[in-house]
């Protein structure tokens, strides 16, 4: 064997190392540069509810890309996503800007990782709408993907509670509303 052959071999041996290497501890720290799954985007989940019955009730919380959750109880102007399940980053960034406050923050670490499985979530199968009670409302817990080359955001139903129950029933979906939930429960108490 030549020495040149054995130095590209050496190469060749290093670069499979390193890939292992990474294989093994989760690419966790390597950046994506896939859009839909780097944070490069400003909100990433929410949690809402909505009640038309016994006067209106409208409240929940938006997490954006640094781990903080803004609150807000009944706030004015406020855009809902479409027929289609998208919504514009103008009306997310405004809807942003008409909450309360910051009431919770987040590790980003935590955050990142669960937002790693969002993609995986919008994969999962929707139940059928199973109508469950009367004058409830509607609890959502929800993440988003923002399309960059349409600038909207698209959203990702992990579940729906209240009259009418939907469920996502993929995995990653069902463990995302766990960890929602969990925070839901931290900031009520």
């Known amino acids: 064997m030549h020495l040149t052959d054995r130095k590209k071999l050496t190469t060749m041996r290093r670069a499979?190392?390193?890939?292992?290497?990474?294989?093994?501890?989760?690419?966790?720290?390597?950046?994506?540069?896939?859009?839909?799954y780097a944070l490069r985007q400003k909100v990433l989940f929410q949690f809402e509810y909505v009640n038309y019955a016994w006067g209106f009730q409208h409240r929940g919380w938006l997490i954006n890309s640094s781990g903080e959750l803004h609150c807000y109880n009944l706030p004015d102007n406020w855009n809902f996503p479409d027929s289609t399940?998208?919504?514009?980053?103008?009306?997310?960034?405004?809807?942003?800007?008409?909450?309360?406050?910051?009431?919770?923050?987040?590790?980003?670490?935590?955050?990142?990782?669960?937002f790693l499985l969002l993609p995986l979530a919008a994969k999962g199968p929707l139940s059928d709408p199973v109508s469950e009670m009367a004058d409830a409302g509607s609890a959502v817990y929800a993440g988003y993907i923002l399309d960059q080359s349409t600038n909207r955001y698209e959203r990702i139903l992990l579940q729906q509670l209240g009259d009418i129950r939907i469920e996502n029933r993929s995995q990653q979906a069902h463990e995302l509303y766990e960890w929602l939930q969990s925070v839901n429960q931290e900031i009520s108490k």
Do not use: W
């Open 85 to 114: 399940g998208t919504i514009s980053a103008t009306d997310m960034e405004q809807n942003l800007q008409n909450t309360d406050s910051i009431c919770y923050q987040i590790n980003p670490e935590v955050l990142k990782a669960k």
């Open 16 to 36: 499979l190392l390193i890939f292992i290497v990474l294989l093994l501890t989760g690419c966790d720290h390597v950046p994506s540069d896939n859009p839909r």
